[in-house]
């Protein structure tokens, strides 16, 4: 569950770096988690905001990595 995991402020990374690449961000560059949405029986979605770049609203958890 995301908020065993994360949870709002937390500092990540891209875990799929596939995916920083076709979204033209930094593959090191580190985001903060800015939003968490749950929905009903579904698997939530977090909102990460990197610097430069718009917020990446309602993304798998997967595909970041908390940074410790």
Same mark, same amino acid.
């Given at each position: *569950?995301?908020? !065993? *995991? *994360?949870?709002?402020?937390? #500092?990540?990374?891209? &875990? @799929? $770096? &596939?995916?920083?690449? !076709? $979204?033209?961000?930094?593959?090191? !560059?580190?985001? @903060?988690?800015?939003? /968490? %949405? @749950?929905? &009903?029986? @579904? /698997? ?8 430069? %770049? #718009?917020? $990446?609203?309602?993304? $798998?958890? &997967? ?6």
């Amino acid at each position: *569950m995301v908020s !065993a *995991m *994360m949870t709002r402020g937390d #500092e990540v990374v891209f &875990d @799929r $770096l &596939d995916l920083a690449d !076709a $979204l033209g961000i930094w593959r090191n !560059a580190k985001g @903060r988690i800015v939003g /968490i %949405h @749950r929905q &009903d029986g @579904r /698997i939530p979605t977090v909102d990460v905001k990197f610097d430069g %770049h #718009e917020t $990446l609203r309602r993304y $798998l958890p &997967d595909l970041f990595r908390r940074v410790q």
